[in-house]
């Protein structure tokens, strides 16, 4: 039996059918390369205006639910995803998604985050997006916008303090919670530095999380740090 196989393997025939079956293989693998490549440069290079817009996207979704349920839980997590879900829709899959949240030891990286993703790094400032703990807690609808009254000393002026509480204007602070702790309905964050804002209640100033947080409105350090004594 094993004669009978190999005459038949060596028969003219036989062989034409290999290599016949051999130049299809090779104009398959070459036609699915063709059409790889083809496919590779017609799809657009991700670019940072790519990322700043669908993080944009990403970060008013995570407001609106943060407000929907009373807070996020892990809202980085949340976020990241939400920011590579989206990329995806747009023709961009499998590019990996970072946040860097630089505010964990730089007091001035409060009104920012970074996204990483792919190669591509860029910087989403946060002005003009709705403070979601003060939409939790308060219903309202307060953007955020950086004082910019330098020093903060400087509120000690009824003229600066009058125009910081008619603009709902922020301030940088160190025992305030940032954007992702307000995500998650927290008034504080030991591991970042965050921001904080003015209330008025009734009739009185009051720091915003430690008003929440059932703290004295506004203590002696935050009467120092905005030259209100």
């Given amino acids: 039996m094993a004669s009978s196989i190999g005459t038949a393997d060596g028969c003219p025939c036989v062989r034409e059918l290999h290599r016949a079956l051999a130049v299809v293989i090779a104009c398959c693998v070459a036609t699915a390369v063709i059409f790889a490549v083809a496919y590779a440069k017609r799809r657009p290079a991700l670019t940072s205006a790519d990322i700043l817009a669908v993080t944009k996207l990403a970060v008013n979704d995570a407001v609106n639910e943060a407000v929907l ?31 860097v949240r630089t505010n964990d030891f730089d007091p001035l990286a409060g009104f920012h985050f970074d996204v ?10 946060l002005d003009g997006i709705k403070d979601p703990l003060l939409a939790i807690r308060f219903g309202l609808d307060w953007e955020w916008r950086e004082d910019p009254h330098h020093p903060y000393g400087m509120h000690a002026s009824s003229s600066v303090m009058s125009d910081c509480l008619t603009h709902h204007y922020f301030h940088l602070a160190a025992d305030g919670p940032d954007f ?11 591991y970042h530095f965050g921001v904080e804002t003015f209330l008025v209640v009734g009739g009185a100033v009051a720091i915003d999380h430690l008003l929440l947080a059932g703290a004295e409105p506004i203590d002696e350090d935050h009467r120092l740090m905005y030259g209100l004594d």
Avoid at 71 to 92: C, P, T, V, W, Y
């Fill in 180 to 190: 992702f702790a307000r995500l998650e309905n927290r008034t504080e964050d030991g």
């Fill in 116 to 125: 990483v993703a792919g190669e591509i790094s860029v910087r989403f400032r």
């Fill in 69 to 99: 349920k009373g807070g996020l839980k892990d809202s980085e997590s949340n976020l990241r995803q939400s920011i590579a879900i989206r990329l995806r829709s747009a023709g961009f899959a499998g590019v990996d998604v970072r946040i």
